[in-house]
């Protein structure tokens, strides 16, 4: 718009001629004249009061910049607080994605612990009932081979105690023998042999063999007793079977095998 000519201000040229070799020596000049040359004559264009009391270019242009300049760091640290952000969100974020596949994994383990221990108590149920046949079968084979051993025990005293009274007879017999044949020697002219005969002691070879006969009884109930078993004693019969001794005593100790606990041993003492 043209100024009126009474105005204070007349404004200088607005196109100023450069000559050819001007324009290339600007533009061939390494120490960058030609943007020298072009921000005086952009200052020089520039109205005072745009000028705001700045005396050259670089001054007007860095009071223009520093507010950008200003604005540009406040928006450089709110990008550098978002960037932390960002990574502190990626860093949990990725943490959470850890935290669900830890979790993940470790209900998949739970779940396959929960099932080895149904699994488990299963086993261990089966195992303790097992266990529990097993104890009530020794108890009933302990209590057969120590009733069979009482029998047992029984017949060995009264073997032993004829055994005694054997022995006690034949000394018994001995002595009565020799007073009779004493008595026989001194008044055997009173009456005949026969009567001497009937009147005679019974003979030692008598007793030895009455006796004899009733310890080869006790010795054979005694072996029944460790072979075939006692079928006329109900307490001596294991699960509906007649079972010896010794039968007995290796059926009791296959089962502490079983049970694997010595506290199963059964007490039943030696037997001869």
């Keep these: 718009m043209p100024q009126r000519k009474d105005d204070w201000y007349v404004p200088a040229p607005r196109v100023c001629y450069l000559s050819q ?41 860095d009071a223009h910049l520093a507010s950008l300049e200003e604005q540009r760091g406040l928006l450089r640290e709110k990008i550098a607080g978002a960037t932390a952000r960002i990574a502190e969100e990626t860093k949990v974020r990725d ?23 149904r699994t488990l108590n299963l086993e261990t149920k089966s195992f ?3 266990r529990a046949k097993l104890a009530d079968r020794h108890r009933q084979a302990s209590d057969c081979l120590n009733a069979l051993k009482v029998k047992i025990e029984t017949v060995q005293r009264r073997k032993d105690e004829l055994e005694r009274a ?26 005949e042999s026969a009567v001497w005969d009937e009147i005679e002691p019974l003979p030692r070879k008598t007793v ?34 007649v079972r010896g001794f010794v039968d007995l005593e290796s059926e009791v100790a296959s089962l502490v095998k079983q049970l ?13």
Aim: charged fraction near 30%; proline fraction near 4%.
């Design 260 to 272: 694997g606990d010595e506290k199963w041993t059964p007490k039943t003492g030696p037997v001869n």
């Design 128 to 130: 303790s009932a097992e």
């Design 166 to 191: 054997r022995r006690e007879l034949e000394t018994h017999v001995r002595t009565v023998s020799l007073a009779f044949d004493k008595i026989k020697s001194r008044y055997e002219h009173l009456w």
């Design 95 to 117: 943490a959470l994605k850890l935290l669900e596949h830890t979790s993940l994994v470790a209900r998949e383990k739970k779940g396959r612990l929960e099932a080895d221990l």
């Design 21 to 61: 070799k001007f324009v290339e020596h600007l533009c061939n000049d390494e120490n960058s004249l030609l943007v020298t040359e072009i921000e005086r004559v952009v200052f020089a264009s520039t109205p005072p009061e745009t000028r705001i009391g700045y005396a050259t270019f670089d001054e007007l242009r």
């Design 208 to 241: 030895g063999d009455v006796v004899a006969t009733l310890v080869d009884g006790c010795d054979k109930t005694l072996n029944e007793l460790r072979v075939s078993g006692a079928p006329d004693s109900p307490t001596t019969i294991f699960e509906g079977k």
